[in-house]
């Protein structure tokens, strides 16, 4: 993984659950936060050409003005 966001109840625990899925890898790192639904993630693989992963997040809202 080249970087990892986390949204959790703290920010404490969003930096070390961060810390933990960018050493953990984009598979395990998803599959963490799947079973952790109080946390949300965006993933960013190292590999070329790789996308973005996201776990637990919302789908995106657009708003017509």
């Not at 659950?17 to 109080?38: D, I, K, M, Q």
């Amino acid at each position: 993984t080249a970087a990892a966001s986390v949204v959790a109840p703290t920010a404490t625990q969003a930096d070390a659950v961060s810390t933990a899925l960018y050493v953990l890898g984009p598979t395990a790192g998803r599959e963490f936060c799947r079973t952790r639904p109080h946390l949300a993630a965006v993933l960013l693989p190292d590999t070329p050409g790789a996308s973005p992963g996201t776990v637990n997040l919302p789908p995106p809202r657009y708003y017509a003005e």
